[in-house]
Structures are given as C-alpha cells and as structure tokens.
C-alpha cells in the first residue's frame, strides 16, 4: 500500500509554547499514541547529536510565509527518516565521549525506526512557536499550544538566574508581525532587564502572537499546567479527541508512570519527569509562595491582557479557561 507523506505531515501535531511550559510532557502523552511518532525539537538551535534539526540562526526562529516551505520539506526529512545513514556518518566527527557515541546511536536508532513506520508527527517544540503559524496556514497542521501561568514561568527563569537574550527575537519578519511590540523588544534587546520583567515580556510575545495568528484556527488549542496537573486524564482525552487519534495503553502506562510518581518534583523538571498527582496543584502554584506581591503584580502588568485569553485573571488568579 502507497503511503502517503505529504498527507502524514498535514495531519501531524505542533506542541508548542515558552519553554518550561510543559511541552515536553503533554508531546511525550501525545506520542506515546501509537498513532504517532514523536520529534523532539526539530528547531533547538543547539544541533544535539541525539536528534535532527532544522540549522537555524536563531532559538525562536522564525519562519515566515516566504520561508515556510523550506521548513515544511525540512520538518518531512525529519518525520520520515530521511538521509539518517547520511547524517548519521556527518556526526561521527562530533564524538568526543561514550556519551556522544550514545547520542549518535539514539539518532540513527530514531531515524530508521521513523523511516520503517511513517507515521503521524508530533513535533515537540517550544521554539516552533512562531513558525507553526505558517505551517498550519499552508499545510493545515495540528496545534497544541501549552500554557503555564505567567508568574509561573517568570519565577522558574528568575530562580535559576537565566534571562533571555532579546536579540534573538530581532528578526524583521517578526517584528513585522508584531508591529506593536518592535520598540519593547528592540528596548529589552539593547538595555538588560531584570528576569522576571524579561520573562514576562517573552510570555506575552509568545502567547500574544498565538492569540493574534492561531488561537482561532479551528485545528487549534491550547493545554494549561493547572489542569493537566489536576485532572490529567480528561485533558488527555480532550487533546487526543481534538487531534483525532486514540489513546493506547502505552500512553496510559506513561501517564501513571509520569504523573502518579512517588517521587516529589515540580514542573520545573526537564524531560518528563515525575510529577506526584495528589499535591499536583500545590505545585503549579508555588510561584505564590517565591514571589512577592510587588513581583506579581509586576508580572501581570507586563503580560497585559493576554493571559485572560488563558483564564488567568489581572490579580493572578486561576480561573476557568475557555478553549
């Protein structure tokens, strides 16, 4: 039987937001579906040797109307395994370590198997942010956009001391996009602020360019930390019904390993880490018990009005979203 790429790809899934926004866990339930293969950061601009890329100039890249093509072919070489004996040999070089002889291995490994069953993607990528705007347009992909509460993540940035540098984002197809907010980035780009006010403004441009370009597209939604934290298994079903596929029991394996852990942690944790289901809620508000009042509010005047768009209200408080 004929298999038909170019359909695949149209019916793949994007899951995308700010980084530590939990798009690694919600991409991992989606593609442990065996409906699915899933793609783990096909724009990190880091290039890892234990997974395949699109080259980039930048960590937000964006890939506009004139530019999504390219991406589009690039992000099908990558579902389907294409050229993996190629690349695989062009990495050799880069080993330096047992470890990156495991990394290649896990690239190569990854590559045949997505060659041997072409199937759905789920494109894990906090930096397709931007550029899914293009690729849902033209080629009508799936996005799953994933939320964190505002303080949420500018308290994650500030506790570990890393801001964010804003001339990654002086890109003039995206300032074109965004007209509104050229001068702040450009300002955050020349003056260093403090973390939590960067942090701030990168959440409002992400979700603010996803309730301007995405958020309205029928093949749209987004997944909030709150409520996946707190009731996993219908939002798990929300997001499998909304993408047409059907849960196995691979992913119900997952998700009791993943959220019913019995090991503390917070959503702070890379990969998929354990999360404990029963004081799930208390940790997606901690942010309340690190910041002050002052941080909050600093916090929610910068986002604006877009986290209402999500439920979060202008004091900071969590209400019901509307998907």
């Given at each position: 039987?004929?298999?038909?790429?170019?359909?695949?790809?149209?019916?793949?899934?994007?899951?995308?937001?700010?980084?530590?926004?939990?798009?690694?866990?919600?991409?991992?339930?989606?593609?442990?579906?065996?409906?699915?293969?899933?793609?783990?950061?096909?724009?990190?601009?880091?290039?890892?040797?234990?997974?395949?890329?699109?080259?980039?100039?930048?960590?937000?890249?964006?890939?506009?109307?004139?530019?999504?093509?390219?991406?589009?072919?690039?992000?099908?070489?990558?579902?389907?395994?294409?050229?993996?004996?190629?690349?695989?040999?062009?990495?050799?070089?880069?080993?330096?370590?047992?470890?990156?002889?495991?990394?290649?291995?896990?690239?190569?490994?990854?590559?045949?198997?997505?060659?041997?069953?072409?199937?759905?993607?789920?494109?894990?990528?906090?930096?397709?942010?931007?550029?899914?705007?293009?690729?849902?347009?033209?080629?009508?992909?799936?996005?799953?956009?994933?939320?964190?509460?505002?303080?949420?993540?500018?308290?994650?940035?500030?506790?570990?001391?890393?801001?964010?540098?804003?001339?990654?984002?002086?890109?003039?197809?995206?300032?074109?996009?965004?007209?509104?907010?050229?001068?702040?980035?450009?300002?955050?780009?020349?003056?260093?602020?403090?973390?939590?006010?960067?942090?701030?403004?990168?959440?409002?441009?992400?979700?603010?360019?996803?309730?301007?370009?995405?958020?309205?597209?029928?093949?749209?939604?987004?997944?909030?930390?709150?409520?996946?934290?707190?009731?996993?298994?219908?939002?798990?079903?929300?997001?499998?019904?909304?993408?047409?596929?059907?849960?196995?029991?691979?992913?119900?394996?997952?998700?009791?390993?993943?959220?019913?852990?019995?090991s503390p942690s917070d959503f702070d944790r890379?990969?998929?880490?354990?999360?404990?289901?029963?004081?799930?809620?208390?940790?997606?508000?901690k942010w309340r018990q690190r910041l002050s009042?002052?941080?909050?509010?600093?916090?929610?005047?910068?986002?604006?009005?877009?986290?209402?768009?999500?439920?979060?209200?202008?004091?900071?408080?969590?209400?019901?979203?509307?998907?």
């Amino acid at each position: 039987m004929t298999i038909d790429r170019d359909a695949l790809f149209r019916d793949s899934v994007i899951v995308t937001g700010t980084h530590y926004s939990m798009s690694t866990l919600v991409g991992r339930i989606l593609g442990a579906a065996e409906t699915f293969n899933l793609v783990h950061e096909p724009l990190n601009h880091e290039s890892p040797l234990g997974y395949a890329t699109v080259p980039t100039a930048h960590w937000y890249e964006y890939f506009d109307g004139d530019r999504s093509d390219h991406l589009a072919e690039m992000l099908k070489s990558i579902q389907f395994g294409q050229g993996v004996a190629r690349e695989t040999v062009m990495r050799m070089p880069r080993i330096r370590s047992g470890r990156d002889v495991l990394r290649v291995g896990k690239f190569a490994r990854t590559g045949l198997l997505h060659a041997a069953t072409p199937k759905r993607a789920v494109f894990k990528d906090p930096f397709l942010c931007f550029s899914a705007r293009h690729l849902q347009e033209n080629y009508g992909l799936w996005i799953v956009m994933t939320v964190r509460h505002p303080c949420g993540f500018a308290e994650s940035l500030a506790r570990r001391g890393s801001g964010f540098d804003f001339n990654d984002l002086m890109q003039p197809e995206l300032l074109d996009a965004i007209p509104e907010m050229a001068d702040e980035i450009e300002r955050y780009a020349s003056e260093t602020q403090p973390v939590l006010q960067q942090a701030a403004l990168l959440w409002r441009l992400v979700y603010g360019f996803a309730d301007t370009y995405v958020l309205r597209h029928a093949r749209t939604t987004f997944v909030r930390q709150e409520d996946i934290a707190t009731r996993p298994a219908d939002e798990a079903a929300r997001l499998f019904s909304f993408v047409g596929a059907e849960k196995s029991a691979a992913v119900d394996r997952f998700m009791e390993e993943t959220l019913n852990a019995s090991s503390p942690s917070d959503f702070d944790r890379n990969a998929a880490a354990s999360y404990v289901h029963r004081d799930a809620r208390e940790t997606t508000l901690k942010w309340r018990q690190r910041l002050s009042r002052d941080d909050i509010d600093t916090v929610m005047r910068i986002t604006g009005n877009v986290p209402q768009r999500f439920g979060y209200a202008e004091s900071g408080d969590v209400l019901e979203a509307v998907h």
